[in-house]
């Protein structure tokens, strides 16, 4: 008896815990917009949906960005994000939320609730204290075209877009004979403009975008640094490994 009531306290520990989950999420990016999910659902980004690999479509998420320690709740209605260490892919304006737009990935933890949440009585949960953005100027070799931002205007509204950022650069195409540090790459600009000028404070190195195309679509990747050899390269590497452990050395020698 004594047994079983020991597997049984067993059990019910596994499945309370079964029910949160801690790793990397990420968010749909702008192509995804009108598209089927696995659920047979269209995909919106304003509305509060994500992707999970295994959790059953309409149930409900806490999701805690562990960075800001911002939260707010998710339907699940879609499958992914089937890439190693992601656990959760959230709508654009569920990214916005949680403060995960700059970044573009980030360290979230992720609870089941119950059948009664409900999605119109969400509250975001922010820090007592905003962190203020620096803001500066910033040197890249190559700027994409401005994405098309027709979309996001329509609202029923008749106030003009409001300026909240500005950025100075200082155009210059390069030819590749060095080494650099990937930080990361994005398809949108915003995203990529707000790191490329944080990073250019912290490090003071040459923020270097090359754009690539992948189905169909430019890709930007944000490469830190134009050193003369590997050695100078992983060097840098070891001092931003931690706050980037995605990051690696990459060769642009000659033609890649």
Request: glycine share 4%.
């Amino acid at each position: 008896m004594k047994s079983l009531f020991s597997i049984l306290i067993l059990l019910i520990c596994f499945s309370s815990m079964s029910q949160t989950q801690s790793g990397k999420a990420s968010f749909y990016a702008d192509k995804f917009e009108g598209r089927e999910t696995a659920s047979g659902e269209i995909y919106r980004h304003a509305e509060a949906t994500a992707a999970h690999r295994k959790l059953p479509f309409n149930t409900k998420v806490k999701v805690t960005n562990l960075n800001n320690n911002r939260s707010t709740i998710v339907r699940i209605n879609d499958r992914g994000p089937f890439i190693r260490g992601r656990i959760i892919d959230l709508s654009k304006s569920v990214a916005e939320e949680l403060g995960a737009l700059e970044s573009g990935i980030i360290e979230v933890t992720i609870e089941v609730l119950g059948k009664d949440s409900d999605l119109n009585q969400v509250e975001i949960q922010k820090p007592e204290k905003e962190l203020p953005v620096e803001k500066s100027n910033r040197k890249v070799t190559e700027i994409a075209q401005p994405e098309n931002v027709n979309n996001q205007l329509q609202k029923k509204s008749s106030q003009a877009p409001v300026i909240k950022e500005l950025y100075k650069l200082n155009i210059e195409k390069i030819e590749p004979d060095f080494y650099g540090v990937q930080i990361g790459s994005f398809r949108e600009n915003s995203n990529l403009l707000r790191l490329a000028s944080n990073l250019k404070i912290s490090y003071d190195e040459t923020a270097i975008i090359q754009i690539k195309e992948l189905n169909d679509s430019k890709l930007y990747t944000l490469i830190l640094g134009q050193f003369k050899n590997r050695t100078a390269a992983e060097k840098f590497l070891s001092k931003i490994d931690k706050k980037y452990p995605d990051a690696f050395v990459i060769t642009l020698k000659d033609k890649e």
